[in-house]
């Protein structure tokens, strides 16, 4: 709860910051600051159970230390984002406060869509997400492709949301208790009610939207392709596993007693999205849309946990938002200062600028899977997560197989970096402060100590 409404609270207070403070780099002092204090806030509720705010929700919002922990990852992924690339936030436009409020809004949304216990604080939760996403997708009003983005984004958001709508309606018209309480929904062990199984069709159809699952991914490339860089690097990561984690909780309390009717759909889903993911990735040229392809295909290496629903599954669950959170903001951090986002940008990068390039190269081994990473812990609990599921083994082998096709496109740009030379200057040396490097260096040590030591993120889970 400390979470949820500290950050409605610091967002407004940054809406009145852009509007009384016209120093942007104080816009964003205000934010980390503001941002820490969340953080700090939502772990002393994780450790001693209680909220500074207590209010009768009902049992709308359910806290444990599994969904409390997460949270601290979105946010201190989040906050990690803001050191890294806060300044070139301030780039974007004139409007910097209201960008951070945007953000806390979004923030809001996340601790919403992690403890919801009603399909209507799902809906809500979501919602608050989304809406803000629009507007941060088109704020780069002078650049077509963000307005074109910002539109795309709009019209399949709103259509999914309808989708949501409806499907909550048949499930509350179809269960017995006639509850949005995802635990009093009480379907059961025997052949799923027609009314269920079409609400349930409707809310796999639009939460495989929010976290751009094959086939409804469409969106993703242009989306993220045309956001301003900074912003997708928020919408693909803390964004993205926030959608996972409300796909997981969802299908766990709601209908975890049904999960051999429903985990078939989720397996052509898995390979669909690990397919359309890896092999479009393939053959892109720009590393910008690359990114948002294999964003894709990490989303069905993250759909795994969906598919085994059971212990191993949350514990991969947890390293892979950490693990791909933190590469994926360095990489784009790294992004945001390049001249040329081709693949053939990247040249010459090590020789002209090593710590960028062995940075750039530690989240893409990262990203395959390679051990002593943090993404290999994440893949390796993911894969043994459906291992321990029992069912459907050749998914297994099928995501080992994707795994190994996505070093290629992500080799394609170490090969770059260390072994091409550059036509003319890679990088802009002035815009690589030594706050810049010390962030990467961070990120780079936090992804080996995750990828040796992962039980420093398994171990709360247990706490």
């Known amino acids: 709860m400390n979470a949820i409404?500290?950050?409605?609270?610091?967002?407004?207070?940054?809406?009145?910051?852009?509007?009384?403070?016209?120093?942007?780099?104080?816009?964003?002092?205000?934010?980390?600051?503001?941002?820490?204090?969340?953080?700090?806030?939502?772990?002393?509720?994780?450790?001693?159970?209680?909220?500074?705010?207590?209010?009768?929700?009902?049992?709308?919002?359910?806290?444990?230390?599994?969904?409390?922990?997460?949270?601290?990852?979105?946010?201190?992924?989040?906050?990690?984002?803001?050191?890294?690339?806060?300044?070139?936030?301030?780039?974007?436009?004139?409007?910097v406060g209201e960008y951070f409020a945007l953000i806390f809004f979004i923030l809001c949304g996340i601790g919403l869509v992690a403890t919801f216990n009603t399909l209507l604080m799902l809906f809500i939760g979501i919602e608050i997400i989304s809406i803000p996403l629009y507007i941060l997708t088109g704020s780069d009003k002078r650049n077509l492709k963000s307005n074109e983005a910002a539109l795309k984004y709009f019209l399949m958001g709103a259509f999914s949301t309808g989708i949501m709508l409806m499907g909550i309606a048949f499930i509350y018209g179809g269960n017995p208790n006639a509850s949005f309480y995802i635990d009093q929904i009480q379907v059961g062990m025997g052949n799923m009610p027609i009314m269920i199984?079409?609400?349930?069709?409707?809310?796999?159809?639009?939460?495989?939207?929010?976290?751009?699952?094959?086939?409804?991914?469409?969106?993703?490339?242009?989306?993220?392709?045309?956001?301003?860089?900074?912003?997708?690097?928020?919408?693909?990561?803390?964004?993205?596993?926030?959608?996972?984690?409300?796909?997981?909780?969802?299908?766990?309390?709601?209908?975890?007693?049904?999960?051999?009717?429903?985990?078939?759909?989720?397996?052509?889903?898995?390979?669909?999205?690990?397919?359309?993911?890896?092999?479009?990735?393939?053959?892109?040229?720009?590393?910008?849309?690359?990114?948002?392809?294999?964003?894709?295909?990490?989303?069905?290496?993250?759909?795994?946990?969906?598919?085994?629903?059971?212990?191993?599954?949350?514990?991969?669950?947890?390293l892979y938002s950490a693990a791909y959170c933190l590469a994926t903001i360095g990489l784009f951090g790294i992004l945001t200062k390049m001249e040329d986002y081709t693949i053939d940008g990247f040249n010459g990068l090590a020789k002209e600028q090593p710590l960028l390039g062995f940075a750039a190269t530690v989240f893409l081994l990262s990203l395959t899977g390679v051990p002593l990473t943090a993404g290999f812990q994440s893949k390796f609990f993911m894969l043994m997560a459906a291992v321990q599921n029992g069912q459907q083994f050749w998914l297994v082998i099928a995501a080992v197989l994707f795994a190994a096709i996505s070093a290629y496109y992500y080799f394609r740009v170490i090969q770059a970096i260390y072994f091409k030379d550059a036509a003319q200057k890679v990088i802009n040396d002035i815009s690589i402060t030594m706050r810049f490097k010390v962030m990467l260096t961070i990120i780079v040590a936090l992804i080996i100590i995750i990828g040796i030591y992962p039980e420093i993120i398994i171990g709360w889970m247990y706490r």
């Not at 407004?12 to 816009?27: D, E, Y």
């Open 5 to 95: 409404i500290l950050s409605a609270i610091c967002g407004v207070i940054m809406m009145f910051c852009g509007a009384f403070i016209k120093n942007k780099s104080l816009h964003k002092y205000i934010a980390i600051a503001g941002l820490i204090a969340i953080i700090a806030a939502n772990i002393l509720e994780s450790a001693s159970g209680n909220s500074f705010f207590q209010f009768d929700i009902h049992d709308m919002l359910r806290m444990n230390s599994f969904n409390l922990f997460f949270i601290t990852i979105a946010f201190g992924s989040t906050l990690i984002y803001f050191l890294l690339s806060g300044s070139e936030i301030e780039k974007v436009g004139e409007h």
């Open 197 to 318: 199984a079409v609400g349930l069709l409707f809310l796999l159809i639009s939460m495989s939207f929010k976290v751009s699952a094959a086939p409804f991914h469409f969106w993703t490339p242009d989306v993220y392709d045309g956001a301003p860089t900074v912003f997708t690097s928020f919408m693909s990561t803390i964004v993205k596993v926030a959608g996972f984690f409300a796909f997981i909780r969802l299908f766990e309390y709601a209908f975890g007693q049904m999960q051999d009717q429903w985990q078939r759909l989720i397996v052509v889903i898995t390979i669909a999205t690990l397919l359309i993911g890896n092999i479009t990735a393939v053959f892109q040229q720009s590393v910008k849309r690359m990114l948002a392809y294999s964003s894709i295909a990490q989303a069905g290496f993250m759909l795994l946990a969906l598919f085994a629903l059971n212990d191993k599954a949350k514990e991969g669950l947890l």
